[in-house]
C-alpha cells in the first residue's frame, strides 16, 4: 500500500542541475519525515537532505548550498532540487518515509533513480 515513486533522474554534465520527486502514497504524508538517500558505488547509502514532519530541514555537508529538499503535504510530494552538480553525486537517490510509532522507527522506500554526473 505504502508507495514511494522516484522520477528525475538522468545524466546531466559537471555543473548541471536536476529536480528529483517523489511521489508518495499510502499513508499520511504529513505526519511522517521525509528524505532523500543516496548510494554510489563501493559507498554506504547515506542521508542528503531531509524534511521533518515539523518543517526543519538539514543536508549533508558535501550538499549544503547545493542541494534543496521541499516537500508539499497537500499533493504528498517531495522535491530535491540539485543544482552545481558534480561527478562525486553521482548516485542511485532513494525517497525516504519515516515515523516512530510508537517506539518503533519505520521506514518506506522508493526504488531508487540513477542519476549520473559526467561529462
Known amino acids: 500500500q505504502v508507495q514511494l515513486v522516484e522520477s528525475g533522474g538522468g545524466l546531466v554534465q559537471p555543473g548541471g542541475s536536476l529536480r528529483l520527486s517523489c511521489a508518495a502514497s499510502?499513508?499520511?504524508?504529513?505526519?511522517?519525515?521525509m528524505g532523500w538517500y543516496r548510494q554510489a558505488p563501493g559507498k554506504q547509502r547515506e542521508l542528503v537532505a531531509a524534511?521533518?514532519?515539523?518543517?526543519?530541514?538539514t543536508y549533508e555537508d558535501s550538499v549544503k548550498g547545493r542541494f534543496t529538499i521541499s516537500r508539499d503535504n497537500a499533493k504528498n510530494m517531495v522535491y530535491l532540487q540539485m543544482n552545481s552538480l558534480k561527478p562525486e553525486d553521482t548516485a542511485v537517490y532513494y525517497c525516504?518515509?519515516?515515523?516512530?510509532?510508537?517506539?518503533?522507527?519505520?521506514?518506506?522506500w522508493g526504488q531508487g533513480t540513477q542519476v549520473t554526473v559526467s561529462s
Open positions: 524534511a521533518t514532519s515539523g518543517g526543519s530541514r
Open positions: 525516504n518515509a519515516n515515523i516512530v510509532n510508537p517506539w518503533r522507527r519505520y521506514d518506506y
Open positions: 499510502g499513508f499520511t504524508f504529513s505526519s511522517y519525515g
